[in-house]
T-cell receptor
């Protein structure tokens, strides 16, 4: 069973600060590493994903950094805003039909 | 509107009383999946379906059944619910397998088994 280890479990950041969430995986069948964002009372939704022919992908204030040799990837939220307060899940695919999710990180952005 | 719907959204039941949680998608997706979400454990896959009449176990299938008789529907069946199945359940769908495609999640079903 694929293990994806995510840290920290929770973090609090001031508005305008940087949030950093880290994930480590064991093995993958595909080079596809998504991050999902979940607001309270809602289902998760894809935030950003990387296919590591590149080591970094940026979409607006959100950046994924990927280190294939270390089997680690991270999400950086720049200029964090109160609307970014949510739970974030990283994931990695052990095969074509499955995703293994991390335990989640609850981010709270203080105004 | 493209969406995944689940019913019911909230359910309180008692041990041993069979129940079904329905899931439907209107995006013509081939792949559908069920997850449960528990604090500190993230999302764990229960069952998935690659297409009509094709289903397979995820990581935590014990105590659950599924069927895929139509492309749009993927019900989750608990034939004899137990308290350890109290959880938040999500259905998801995608064009292809979850390993390489964006998953579209439903709004969730919060189940309490007394």
């Amino acid at each position: 069973q694929q293990q994806v280890k995510q840290s920290p479990q929770s973090l609090i950041v001031q508005k305008g600060g940087i949030s950093i969430i880290n994930c480590a995986y064991e093995n993958t069948a595909f080079d596809y590493f998504p991050w999902y964002q979940q607001f309270p009372g809602k289902g998760p939704a894809l935030l950003i994903a990387i296919r590591p022919d590149v080591s970094e992908k940026k979409e607006g204030r959100f950046t994924i950094s990927f280190n294939k040799s270390a089997k680690q990837f991270s999400l950086h939220i720049m200029d964090s805003q109160p609307g970014d307060s949510a739970t974030y899940f990283c994931a990695a695919p052990p095969n074509d039909y499955k995703l293994s999710f991390g335990a989640g990180t609850t981010v709270t952005v203080r105004a | 509107e493209a969406q995944v719907t689940q019913n019911p959204r909230y359910l309180i039941t008692v041990t041993g009383k069979k129940l079904t949680v329905t899931c439907s998608q209107n995006m013509n997706h081939e792949y559908m999946s069920w997850y449960r979400q528990d604090p500190g454990l993230g999302l764990r896959q229960i069952y998935y379906s690659m297409n009509v009449e094709v289903t397979d176990k995820g990581d935590v299938p014990e105590g659950y059944k599924v069927s895929r008789k139509e492309k749009r529907n993927f019900p989750l069946i608990l034939e004899s619910p137990s308290p350890n199945q109290t959880s938040l359940y999500f259905c998801a769908s995608s064009w292809g397998g979850a390993g390489d495609n964006e998953q579209f999640f439903g709004p969730g079903t919060r189940l309490t088994v007394l």
